[in-house]
């Protein structure tokens, strides 16, 4: 079993729906996740870092870590074309390091 | 320059040649960080360096080979690499704190190509 699994997709939505990612991990050890978001031809860029249980919101984004189920999510409100990217879930791991799921492709159609 | 940069941008190469990646932060970080990213795979981490000290190697194979001179400067030599070498190479840098929360920052990564 993958550290971090996270569906690839693609996912295609419309513009201004809601859109949800989901990743989901198998180590409790550690409870400090990351959402990066790369766009096409640049490196991943940090998007939003929670840590244990709960939400977290910053605008049209909200982190969202269930503990009970291993689970993370991101939510995206009123998608728009800009959202378009690769987003990719993280675990902090000891010494620093972070365990990456493949990430999630992204397209929103205008 | 601001954040992290990486040179060069794209870079071809056949299987005997040698060349290096270079990155460089901005940031006053402690730490910087090689990833290798294949598509359709999660980000592979290649090397850490921590003060300058190299503190993991992931199991990379020796054709490729890390320096880092200083806290702001990393460089990744490429010698005799296969074609399944080809991959965007990413640096990233961070505090350094050593702790599961140490967050990263990525530079643009270096398309690489071997021919």
């Known amino acids: 079993q993958k550290e971090v699994e996270q569906d690839p997709g693609p996912l295609s939505v419309p513009e201004g729906a809601i859109v949800s990612l989901n990743c989901t991990y198998s180590?409790?050890?550690?409870?400090?996740f990351m959402w990066y978001r790369q766009y096409s031809r640049k490196g991943p860029e940090l998007l939003m870092y929670t840590y244990s249980s709960g939400n977290k919101e910053d605008g049209r984004f909200t982190a969202q870590v269930d503990k009970s189920s291993k689970y993370i999510s991101l939510f995206i409100r009123d998608s728009q074309p800009s959202d378009s990217a690769t987003y990719l879930c993280a675990r902090g791991a000891q010494g620093g390091k972070l365990i990456f799921g493949q990430g999630t492709e992204l397209s929103v159609k205008p | 320059e601001t954040g992290v940069t990486q040179t060069p941008r794209h870079l071809v190469m056949g299987m005997t040649n040698k060349k290096s990646l270079k990155c460089e932060q901005h940031l006053g970080h402690n730490a910087m960080y090689w990833y290798k990213q294949s598509a359709k795979k999660p980000l592979e981490l290649m090397f850490v360096y921590s003060l300058e000290e190299r503190v993991e190697n992931n199991s990379v194979p020796s054709r490729f080979s890390p320096e880092c001179p200083n806290s702001s400067h990393l460089f990744l030599h490429l010698h005799t690499l296969q074609p399944e070498d080809s991959a965007l190479y990413l640096c990233?840098?961070?505090?350094?704190?050593?702790?599961?929360?140490?967050?990263?920052?990525f530079g643009p990564g270096t398309r690489l190509t071997v021919l």
């Open positions: 180590n409790s050890a550690f409870q400090y």
């Open positions: 990233a840098s961070s505090q350094g704190s050593g702790g599961a929360a140490d967050t990263q920052y």
